[in-house]
Structure formats: structure tokens, C-alpha cells
């Protein structure tokens, strides 16, 4: 098992920035890939970004492309997306997961992750 939690979310103006974590707890955090998803309000989750075991390959939604960056620490168990020139559109709640497949999957493969975490919510006002 492995436990995700979140956590750096908050509100924010448009064009400002935020960092996300995702912690883990359990199992070996490199044994797994790790990805970040998003849901808006009445909006389905959609994919955001991935990072592979090593981090040496990452995968980005073309809506945070250039604006977005994920990394991760294993000696930490800690996975981080950072977000800059936030827009009202990129408000929602933010899930971290991982997979022990690949992030490539996960870039197009939105359900079925072996862990998620509960959330955290990111609110940019305009």
C-alpha cells in the first residue's frame, strides 16, 4: 500500500504561482511512476502532468505545457508540480497518483492508478 497526501494548494491571482506536494507513505515512492490529474467543477478529471520512476522522463497536458513543471525527490517520497502564469481555467482540485506502470500511461490513461491521494484544491481568481 502506499498513501498519498497532498498539500500547497490554496487561492491564488492569475499569473501568480503555486507549488504542490504529493507525500507518500508505504511502499518504495521510486518503485512507481507518479502523476498529477485535475477536476474542475462539473468537469471530468483530466490528466496534467507525469514523471517517470527515475524522473528523467516527464509528460505534460498541452493546456499547462511551458507553464507547468513536475519533478520529484525519492529520498523525500515526495513528488512536486509547480505552477506558474496560473489562469482562472486552471482552477480545481489537484490529485497526485501512482502507478507501477508507466507515465506514459498515465498521460493518456486517466482512471485506473494503483494509489491516488484525496486532493488538494488550487483556486486562481482573475
Known amino acids: 500500500q502506499v498513501q498519498l497526501v497532498e498539500s500547497g494548494g490554496g487561492l491564488v491571482q492569475a499569473g501568480g504561482s503555486l507549488r504542490l506536494s504529493c507525500t507518500a507513505s508505504?511502499?518504495?515512492?521510486?518503485?512507481?511512476?507518479m502523476g498529477w490529474f485535475r477536476q474542475a467543477p462539473g468537469k471530468e478529471r483530466e490528466f496534467v502532468a507525469a514523471i517517470s520512476r527515475s524522473g528523467i522522463s516527464t509528460y505534460y497536458a498541452d493546456s499547462v505545457k511551458g507553464r507547468f513543471t513536475i519533478s520529484r525527490d525519492n529520498a523525500k517520497n515526495t513528488g512536486y508540480l509547480h505552477m506558474n502564469s496560473l489562469k482562472p481555467e486552471d482552477t480545481a482540485v489537484y490529485y497526485c497518483a501512482a502507478d507501477g506502470r508507466t507515465a506514459q500511461r498515465m498521460s493518456v490513461v486517466t482512471g485506473g492508478m494503483d494509489y491516488w491521494g484525496k486532493g488538494t484544491l488550487v483556486t486562481v481568481s482573475s
Open positions: 508505504g511502499r518504495t515512492f521510486s518503485s512507481y511512476a
